[in-house]
């Protein structure tokens, strides 16, 4: 089966992205037919600053490399690379209804945050799903965030089958459970808008400090506390093993503990967790020759496919003589 999925490269990746989104790819690798980009088109309806855009969308590609993605298992490969992708997106565009594109929840945010609405904004769910059906893709692991865009993916897909016949696969979307939701510093969803973000690399004692600095209840220090409900506690168990939760959660229910020694735990036990990613990185950091095959190749492998499917619905809708 072949999985799809991409990545925006719009700032410093955190613990929700890891648990929410790239930890899925390194585990589906294993068992699936794997392609993964790093989506520095999308990226572009945010990142104006072109030496800013670049250097994320090289910095998205050693962090994937770095946390496990096995380039002789998965294609990696950047969005851009593959000029096929923008030719279908157009394809596609005809034939998309406005109004599904008004209703995507992405967009209605972005708007409402006050975000000029342009048409690479507007449009940025046909692009999506130009992405997808240009590698023939079955299953898109994404976050729940995501799972609207493939809905969307599948309309845009099946009524141009409808129209012209059948030209392409129609996805499914894969979400993790407890990769639904990370909890921030704040105890909101974690996410960059939010400025409540701890990262996955980048300085350890200053993450330490953030770690420490993870806001609390006025609980007092002997008083029980129900731990599905702390998110301390969610995010130790994101690292911790089986017995190390249960011996957490079992602390939590007696009562008689302080969160600064839980704030410590999550720290411990995050930094073992990304120790050997951080090596990786620090390693492929000083290697970038290597990063940049790594991509090259994995754009022709990438195009290969693309150039089929794109002749494919070119053909099926009378696109080219
Ligand atoms: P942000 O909210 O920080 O801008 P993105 O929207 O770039 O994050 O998310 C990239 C991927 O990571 C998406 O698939 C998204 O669902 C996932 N993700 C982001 N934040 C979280 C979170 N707090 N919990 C789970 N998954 C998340
Ligand atoms: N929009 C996705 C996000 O923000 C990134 C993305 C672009 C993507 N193209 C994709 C994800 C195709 C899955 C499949 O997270």
Redesign the pocket.
Known sequence: MRVLSG??P?GRP?W??F???IAQYIQLQQTHEGFYFIADLHALTTIRDPQQLRQNTFDAALDLLALGLDPTKATLFVQSAVPEVSELTWLLMTGTPMGLLERCHAYKEKKAKGLTADAGLFTYPVLMAADILAYDSQLVP?????VQHIEVCRDIAGTFNHQFGETFVLPKAKTLEH??????TDGQ?????YDN?LPLFGDEKAIRKQIMRIVTDSRAMEDAKEPESDHLYQLYRLFADRDQVDAMAAMYRRGGFGYGAVKKAVADASEAYFAAARAKRRDLEANQDYVQQVLTAGAGRAREIASTVLARAKSACGVGL
């Open positions: 990545i925006q719009t955190h929700g992205n648990f929410g989104a994404v976050g729940q965030d995501q990769g639904a939701k990370v909890p921030g969803k974690m996410s960059k808008s973000t």
